[in-house]
């Protein structure tokens, strides 16, 4: 799971995009559920950069949802009424990021978060998934992040509470970007991959 990210700069967006862009919406540094920070789309005019929502509001809703939508589990997403239209209409998205927060316990109970990022320090892009709402006074794009299994991940299992399912985000790679904006639903876990130690390493916050 990943309640809690840094979000890429703009300086960094605008080189996963290699072009020069203008984001005219101010966003924090730390985003947490129903914050809003910049996610790529695909559209008709290309890769574009959109103000986005942290959870994902469906589009039929007339009020902002009040039960956690910031991720969606790949293995039932297909179930769920706010996660299963858009994922059928295949509206993925990227989440640039420059790092994102897990707990990580040491002694029974206790945690203490940590930070995750690469160990080069570049920005990354995550598998998202976003809708369209028109319904509020200023239509709004939002989004949830994909995630899957972790328990034998070597690097991802280390986090969340002792003997509980470890769930963990997607990773997609740069040569995939693209691929994965216009992916069908029925194929996109092809081109997601885990978050591998040897890229990624982890600090205290």
């Known amino acids: ?46 890769l574009s950069v959109v103000k986005g929502q942290f959870g994902l509001t469906p589009s039929w809703a007339s009020a902002p949802v009040d039960y956690s939508t910031y991720n969606a589990r790949i293995e039932t997403i297909e179930d ?16 640039p990021m420059q790092g994102f927060m897990e707990p990580y316990y040491l002694n029974g ?15 990354f892009t995550i598998a998202g998934l976003y809708e369209f709402n028109n319904h509020f006074d200023e239509p709004v794009h939002s989004f949830t992040l994909l995630t899957h299994n972790a ?12 003997n509980k399912e470890k769930r963990s985000i997607y990773l997609v790679d740069e040569e995939l970007r693209g691929k994965y904006l216009k992916a069908k639903h029925s194929s996109v ?12 390493n982890f600090s205290d916050i």
Request: glycine letters at 2%; hydrophobic letters at 30%; a positive charge.
């Open 80 to 95: 769920k009424k706010t996660f299963k239209p858009p994922f059928t209409r295949s509206q993925f998205c990227l989440v």
């Open 1 to 46: 799971m990943c309640s809690n990210f840094e979000p890429a700069s703009p300086k960094q967006i605008e080189s996963i995009l290699n072009k020069q862009l203008e984001i005219d919406f101010n966003y924090k540094k730390r985003v947490y559920p129903k914050d809003y920070c910049p996610i790529i789309i695909q559209t008709d005019k290309g």
């Open 109 to 123: 109970d206790k945690n203490e978060w940590k930070r995750i990022y690469r160990k080069d320090n570049e920005a």
């Open 151 to 162: 328990d034998d991940e070597p690097f991802m299992s280390q986090f969340h509470k002792p």
């Open 189 to 200: 876990e092809e081109l997601m991959s885990t978050i591998d130690g040897r890229l990624f």
